[in-house]
């Protein structure tokens, strides 16, 4: 057992770094998307013409045009992007490149009257320097009931279970718990180190009663039948009666067993707060 967790510990350490990185840039990258929607709404084509690639193109129901063409539209309202509600978010990263892919619903003035459509939205990103630069604007329309590729890879199986997870530890359901976590599991807590049994058996008591979790960032490695994710999280608990909100980073590590992940490893590390 002892040797185990020190074998994970070393992997979870040597991949800690470039996960905090790739955490870092996915979050970059869909902060610099959304507010690219502001920006278009806004008609602010100064700030877009920054962020724009000068080779950049931009794909629409109506046709696909370059850089100085979508400004163009912008400026003059020919297209008003009034509003994009984003529904679903998904980042993948290729070295220096990031692909983006939103589910949203977008409010557009065309031709004098306001109109409503569901697309997904394909962003390519492109680092040159310190700064991201938009190559590629793709709008696909989808009916409201699309949803981005939910089972399309293996990642964002890994980012929907360990959401599911935080709310089945809200609701204290521990029979979907007691399937999530593999039966040698550990959970590392500031006030200690224990396995299955003893973590079930927390929650349903309420001994620790995790009341929500917000999540901020999240970034998952894969390796063989192995996932690593780490989550930036404000957790309210309730402790000894007490509520108490505190950061961490939670490190969770998941290993494929018959075509279903189990939950090997949970461990949280408080974060220093902000001042």
Not at 28 to 49: F, G, P, R
Not at 93 to 114: E, K, P, Q, S
Not at 196 to 216: F, L, N, P, Q
């Amino acid at each position: 057992m002892t040797r185990a967790i020190i074998g994970l510990f070393l992997v979870i350490t040597g991949f800690q770094f470039s996960h905090a990185q790739s955490l870092s840039s996915e979050q970059e990258i869909k902060d610099l998307s959304k507010t690219k929607w502001q920006w278009m709404a806004d008609k602010n084509v100064e700030k877009l013409a920054t962020l724009f690639h000068d080779k950049s193109k931009f794909v629409h129901m109506s046709g696909t045009w370059n850089k100085d063409r979508e400004l163009e539209i912008i400026e003059t309202g020919s297209i008003w992007y009034k509003q994009a509600d984003v529904h679903d978010v998904v980042v993948e990263l290729f070295g220096n490149t990031a692909i983006l892919w939103n589910r949203i619903t977008l409010i557009a003035h065309v031709r004098g009257n306001d109109v409503s459509n569901e697309f997904t939205v394909t962003e390519i990103y492109k680092k040159e320097g310190e700064d991201w630069k938009l190559l590629d604007l793709t709008f696909s329309k989808a009916r409201d009931t699309h949803k981005i590729a939910p089972n399309a890879s293996p990642k964002q199986k890994i980012i929907e279970l360990s959401k599911q997870k935080w709310q089945w530890m809200a609701d204290k359901n521990v029979e979907k718990l007691d399937e999530l976590f593999h039966e040698n599991s550990v959970y590392v807590h500031m006030g200690g180190s224990w396995g299955k049994e003893r973590e079930i058996e927390i929650i349903k008591s309420g001994g620790i009663h995790y009341k929500k979790a917000d999540v901020h960032e999240v970034s998952v490695e894969l390796i063989g039948n192995t996932a690593i994710l780490l989550n930036k999280i404000t957790l309210l608990a309730v402790v000894g009666g007490n509520e108490v909100t505190n950061p961490f980073m939670v490190t969770e590590v998941y290993k494929k067993e018959n075509e279903k992940w189990k939950l090997g490893s949970m461990s949280f590390t408080k974060l220093l707060e902000k001042n």
